[in-house]
């Protein structure tokens, strides 16, 4: 692929990030242009989740399971999310930090692996982009390879966040209807003025909405 050809693949990627809302979607179309772009044989979007100590995916693709959770403290994966570092590796059995045990879960044969971490506006990482084997020569990935990643980290890391954040006040919608429907029939709200009637009106025509 060209220069020409992958700056407007980019340029697409960004327009449909913008367009999606759902968190799934979003992680799909990340690692269905991440593939490509990179000309690799799978790429996989690991999550962040500081709770558990863990990172996991949903989508790997060709892989024979949908979810992948392993320790935040192992692997290629772990150590770009522990560190914030990005890794470009020719020779993943050659290198200490590969978890092998993954490749035995999958029964996937990992060559090489570059890694880019998925920062917020924060600085804070919540996910990583994995490529695996390069599947054109010189079969591993180049410093080309790692500055289109990057790019694309810098896309999913809005994209990422936008669906998180609008997830959350579908979530906090689905709440206040709740309360709603455990309250009176009128909003317990005080007053008779134009303006208080106001409020009222406008929690009816906003309650059923998302």
Same mark, same amino acid.
């Given at each position: ?115 880019? *971490? ?7 990482? !919540?996910?990583?982009?994995? =490529? +695996?084997? /390069?599947? #054109?020569? $010189? ?47 009128? *909003? ?7 303006? !208080?009637?106001?409020?009222? =009106? +406008?929690? /009816?025509? #906003?309650? $059923?909405?998302?």
């Amino acid at each position: 692929m060209d220069e020409v050809e992958k700056y407007k693949s980019l340029i697409q990627v960004a327009k449909l990030l913008a367009s999606e809302r759902d968190i799934e979607s979003v992680l799909e179309i990340i690692m269905e242009n991440t593939t490509s772009l990179l000309q690799a044989d799978r790429s996989s979007l690991f999550l962040v989740d500081r709770e558990k100590k863990e990172v996991w995916s949903k989508i790997a693709q060709g892989a024979e399971i949908s979810e992948i959770r392993v320790p935040i403290d192992r692997g290629i994966v772990g150590y770009t999310a522990t560190t914030g570092r990005p890794l470009n590796i020719k020779d993943a059995y050659a290198d200490d930090r590969f978890f092998r045990d993954i490749d035995a879960i999958t029964g996937y044969v990992t060559r090489s692996i570059i890694s880019f *971490p998925v920062k917020n506006y924060r600085g804070e990482v !919540i996910g990583v982009i994995e =490529s +695996l084997n /390069k599947k #054109v020569p $010189p079969y591993h990935f180049t410093d080309d390879d790692m500055d289109v990643l990057s790019i694309i980290a810098s896309l999913a890391a809005v994209a990422i966040e936008s669906a998180y954040a609008r997830q959350a006040l579908i979530d906090e919608n689905i709440n206040l209807k709740n309360i709603l429907k455990r309250s009176e029939p009128e *909003p317990a709200l005080v007053g008779e003025s134009k303006k !208080i009637k106001e409020v009222i =009106s +406008l929690i /009816k025509r #906003v309650a $059923p909405t998302d």
